[in-house]
């Protein structure tokens, strides 16, 4: 072959990804993360050095043992392990079209199958735990406001963390009636209803970092005055988890991520009674699907607590089974079950 490893992976970041699908920075950024980990899997097993590799060294075999280590000595879950593999694919699609000897290698590559995924999403938090969480910062410090102002805008907007970190002032408007727009996957945009209250301490934020003489265009940055990265912003939400579990015993050995503020979020605004389309484009979803595991979720929670409640018109506790209502069959297409959320009157209290 005439083209070396590392001219292969160049070719596809820089033609590939960035020049022919116009990925964003953040779609590059996950596949670079996945190369990077299988380049250090082959090095490490293979006892080569980075630059002494070449495609010949890669096999079905390879990124099979690849993926299990990433589940099993990474902790990954089945999603995170199927999108790798998603990426694998993609790179090595790539490969067979520029190296054609590298042909049956792709075949091979491409039927590897996904692991099958749960539909339910990750596990969410009470109102109560959220106000906990939320409650944790100290608003004595620059750090402590500008924390308490991240975590009350993630559960307002469900926003992914990523978008988040991206956020630029210009984004924000504080005007009636305050919006904040967030920019997604694909770099489609959507722009997001604020409380009040959410306005209230992003301002009271940033009035403090002006009078100490930051100045930056991202609304949330580093105690460096840098922009915040992901994972500086993932530390921080664990780290308040963990304080806010000292006055509210069921966040104890939880593992909270921004991510499950997002899938909160998207619950609440469900058993709030929101239409199901409104909470999609709240979230920025693509799929509808996605959306309506949320239904189910809810459903389910309704489900178990009437099963506490013994039925007035049934002494002897015999449990009656639901009827499944003719409304809203279009979620028989969207999911694995189509069931209905009755409005609930509780909506979500915007109180931090």
């Avoid at 043992?65 to 902790?75: M, P, V």
């Avoid at 039927?111 to 735990?129: G, M, N, V, Y």
């Avoid at 945009?189 to 003489?213: D, G, M």
Wanted: include cysteine.
């Amino acid at each position: 072959m005439t083209c070396t490893f590392s001219h292969l992976v160049t070719r596809f970041f820089i033609s590939h990804l960035t020049n022919e699908l116009g990925l964003s920075e953040n779609s590059i950024a996950s596949y670079s993360d996945c190369i990077r980990l299988l380049i250090n899997y082959a090095c490490t097993n293979l006892e080569l050095e980075p630059e002494k590799l070449s495609m010949e060294i890669f096999s079905r075999e390879l990124i099979l043992d690849f993926l299990d280590h990433l589940q099993n000595e990474r902790g990954n879950v089945c999603e995170t392990r199927n999108q790798r593999l998603a990426s694998i694919k993609t790179f090595f699609r790539f490969l067979a079209r520029t190296v054609p000897e590298l042909m049956h290698l792709n075949q091979q590559i491409q039927a590897i199958r996904s692991k099958k995924t749960t539909s339910a999403p990750p596990s969410s938090l009470t109102l109560k735990e959220v106000k906990a969480i939320i409650a944790s910062p100290s608003t004595d410090s620059l750090i402590g406001l500008r924390d308490k102002a991240m975590l009350q805008l993630f559960y307002n907007t469900g926003a992914r963390v990523q978008e988040l970190a991206d956020l630029q002032i210009t984004d924000l408007r504080t005007a009636s009636p305050p919006t904040i727009t967030l920019t997604g996957k694909g770099r489609k945009t959507r722009t997001v209803p604020l409380w009040a209250e959410s306005v209230q301490l992003i301002e009271h934020y940033l009035q403090q970092r002006k009078a100490r003489n930051c100045h930056t265009d991202y609304l949330f940055t580093s105690n460096r005055g840098q922009p915040i990265t992901r994972s500086g912003i993932s530390r921080r939400v664990s780290r308040h988890t963990q304080t806010a579990a000292k006055q509210c015993p069921s966040l104890q050995n939880r593992h909270v991520t921004p991510h499950t503020f997002r899938h909160t979020t998207a619950l609440h605004l469900i058993e709030a009674g929101n239409d199901i389309t409104v909470v999609k484009d709240w979230l920025g979803h693509a799929d509808l699907k996605t959306t309506s595991l949320y239904v189910e979720v809810s459903i389910e929670r309704k489900r178990a607590a009437l099963e506490k409640i013994p039925s007035p018109a049934s002494p002897t506790h015999q449990r009656t089974d639901w009827r499944k209502p003719d409304i809203l069959n279009f979620l028989t297409n969207l999911s694995r079950k189509a069931d209905y959320v009755a409005k609930n009157p509780d909506l979500i209290e915007s109180s931090g």
